[in-house]
């Protein structure tokens, strides 16, 4: 399997997870309306979905800027790796530390994200 057919592979993977997010986020918002308190006691899930989502939607526009740009698949996915290794790096080396309990969860799940995005892009190498 070429790189260009394995990026295309990539790019619906992350289309799909952005749509699943659009659609997990809306049940979610739903769920607040009619109950917030419930809502929010249960919202773990939603940072995450919320962090993958997006990232997906970041890695969507780094992938079609590169291709416009005229970089080919494989030089994108090489690029993917090393900015998504880095994101997951310093997420580890500076652990959130704020004093909103939220913020620090977002900025653990965003470092979470990348990682599961580094895991997709193994099998692109």
Do not use: C
Not at 17 to 45: H, I, N
Request: hydrophobic share 45%; proline share 2%.
């Amino acid at each position: 399997m070429t790189a260009t057919i394995k990026l295309a592979h990539l790019k619906t993977n992350l289309n799909d997870a952005v749509e699943q997010g659009q659609q997990t986020l809306a049940k979610w918002a739903e769920s607040f309306t009619q109950d917030p308190v419930y809502a929010l006691s249960w919202s773990r899930d939603i940072f995450k979905t919320a962090a993958d989502m997006a990232l997906a939607q970041e890695v969507l526009i780094q992938i079609t800027n590169a291709e416009s740009n005229g970089t080919d698949a494989e030089q994108v996915v090489k690029q993917l790796r090393f900015s998504l290794t880095a994101d997951v790096l310093a997420g580890a080396q500076y652990v959130p530390g704020s004093t909103s309990a939220t913020s620090n969860l977002m900025d653990a799940e965003k470092t979470a994200a990348a990682a599961r995005i580094l895991g997709k892009l193994a099998w692109l190498l």
